[in-house]
């Protein structure tokens, strides 16, 4: 909608290597056969996507890197009927690496 006078607008410049940017949006996960179809929504400025994943709930967490400007991912090779969880967060090469917060966990059981 419009902005009425009462609301504020924030917008914070830096340089481009400390632009804060967001985590990927609306993560879900898709069960297949031993696998997951992961999607999220793109982020603007981010160079690669790291997600982590484990098994059950108290695995080892483990890393996957997708490139920019994906918005899924099939992770295939895994158990079937087993539960898995995953995360996401985009990343940005930088002076420092910068990466986002990363989501919240989501459960998928592949089928």
């Known amino acids: ?3 009425s006078s009462s609301d504020e607008v924030t917008i914070t410049v830096h340089d481009q290597s400390g632009i804060p940017f967001g985590t990927p ?7 297949l ?4 179809r992961l999607s999220w929504n793109d982020v603007e ?4 996507y790291r997600i982590k994943w484990r098994k059950g709930s108290s ?4 890393y996957i ?3 920019a400007d994906k ?4 992770h295939k090779g895994l158990k ?3 539960k898995y969880q995953y995360r996401i967060r985009a990343h940005r090469q930088g002076q420092n690496d910068n990466y986002s917060d990363w989501s919240s966990t989501i459960s998928v059981k592949t089928r």
Do not use: I, M
Request: glycine fraction near 16%; avoid cysteine; proline fraction near 3%.
């Open 59 to 62: 695995g080892k967490w483990r």
């Open 45 to 48: 400025g981010e160079d690669s």
């Open 33 to 36: 056969r031993g696998a997951a």
């Open 80 to 82: 079937r009927r087993s």
């Open 1 to 3: 909608g419009e902005l």
């Open 71 to 74: 918005t899924g991912y099939v």
């Open 25 to 31: 949006e609306n993560f879900s996960a898709t069960p």
């Open 65 to 67: 890197r997708v490139n």
